[in-house]
């Protein structure tokens, strides 16, 4: 037991080497006056290669290039954006600060991502967009999504923050819609501290972007200091893009440790009563946070389980809860009981960084093997 008590198991690190730190050291240096922007174009450019789109413009967040992406699509006052229930709130924040409404819909069973009929039956003469948020790297039933979007002529954009790692039928996750969002905050698959991006493969909107992540002063503007709009300033700078070179010259093993420690943990676990992230045919999953939920017969109780296992120094995390019952300023698209009002409370996301051990994995599914055991 002595061994119990030495553990100290964080959820989420990022994995940081010489590379990592070479480049930003190199950047700290010598990237300025001329090279002020060497790494932003360096990471931009390898970022799309391994995306495989044509258009990315590197961001202080995720949270800014979906700020930017929602307000170049033209959505404001008035207007109403689809997206699931089960979310984190940085996907309905923008949605809110553009004036438009946020209108909750409900998650499927299985991917936990939201729910193309229900997506569908929600919309109304005001819906602007669609969002699809890949939960915990689950992908979204993007064709069914995406043929509802057309057929409804309503742009279908991708929180793809964390699903780096994630292919839908050969393609990456966050290149499919109008334009998709990843976030590099430090808890994600790769990291440059705090960072994103926004992607697109359409040049207007691309363009819009630019000159919105630039104060508002359009490219093919000759006059300096000269806004043609009112803008913003979500820039990422030249040493947060060092360090994401370094991470993306990295991406295939981040991506494989991430996958690796998910089926560890569920080979742990298949005979338990519970459900993990899927990983439906033709579709990888990033596994960015390996994920619990323990089925509905099962008697559950998720914070006794989670303060079972930070008694003994490991740090799990409670699933999202649903926004609609937060103070974000959206509605639900349906008056019933939705899937996301019940999960939350039956499932939980477990540690999952790079460098975590076997032995660790072991450990930590030991706790909740016993956990579950006891109550059925
Ligand atoms: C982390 C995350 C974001 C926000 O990313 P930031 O870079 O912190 O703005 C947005 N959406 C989802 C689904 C996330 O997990």
């Not at 174009?41 to 290039?65: P, Q």
């Not at 299985?110 to 992908?139: F, M, R």
């Not at 999960?343 to 960084?353: E, T, V």
Request: with cysteine; charged share 20%.
């Amino acid at each position: 037991m002595a061994d119990k008590q030495l553990r100290n198991i964080p959820y989420t690190r990022p994995s940081i080497t010489e590379t990592e730190v070479a480049y930003a050291t190199d950047a700290a240096r010598n990237g300025w006056g001329d090279h002020c922007y060497d790494y932003i174009i360096r990471f931009e450019e390898v970022f799309k290669a391994h995306l495989d789109v044509k258009y990315a413009i590197a961001t202080s967040s995720c949270t800014g290039a979906l700020h930017m992406g929602m307000h170049a699509l033209g959505i404001g006052p008035g207007d109403e954006v689809i997206m699931a229930d089960t979310n984190w709130v940085a996907t309905a924040a923008p949605i809110v600060h553009l004036g438009a409404t946020p209108v909750f819909v409900d998650i499927l069973q299985d991917s936990w991502c939201l729910d193309p009929q229900q997506v569908e039956a929600a919309i109304t003469s005001n819906t602007k967009a669609i969002v699809a948020v890949h939960l915990y790297g689950n992908l979204c039933d993007m064709d069914a999504l995406l043929k509802i979007g057309e057929r409804h002529g309503i742009p279908v954009i991708e929180d793809a923050a964390e699903a780096i790692g994630s292919v839908y039928h050969g393609k990456r996750a966050g290149s499919m819609g109008s334009f998709g969002a990843f976030s590099f905050h430090g808890t994600k698959t790769m990291t440059t501290g705090e960072g994103g991006i926004f992607v697109t493969n359409q040049p207007d909107l691309y363009e819009r972007v630019l000159t919105l992540s630039n104060h508002g002063r359009s490219r093919a503007q000759g006059k300096q200091f000269w806004p043609d709009l009112v803008g913003y300033k979500y820039k990422m700078s030249n040493v947060q893009a060092a360090i994401g070179c370094g991470q993306i010259q990295r991406i295939d093993c981040l991506i494989e440790a991430k996958r690796n420690i998910f089926l560890m943990y569920y080979e742990c676990f298949k005979d338990l009563p519970v459900r993990m992230n899927p990983e439906p045919e033709g579709c990888t999953n990033g596994f960015w946070m390996p994920t619990l939920v323990v089925e509905d017969d099962i008697p559950f109780e998720r914070d006794v389980l989670i303060s079972e296992l930070k008694q003994n120094g490991v740090d799990a995390r409670v699933f999202f809860w649903p926004l609609s019952a937060t103070p974000v300023q959206g509605r639900k698209a349906f008056n019933r009981r939705f899937i996301s009002e019940n999960i939350y409370l039956r499932a939980l996301n477990l540690p999952s960084f790079h460098d975590l051990t076997d032995s660790d994995i072991l450990f930590v599914s030991d706790i909740v093997r016993n956990a579950i055991a006891r109550t059925h």
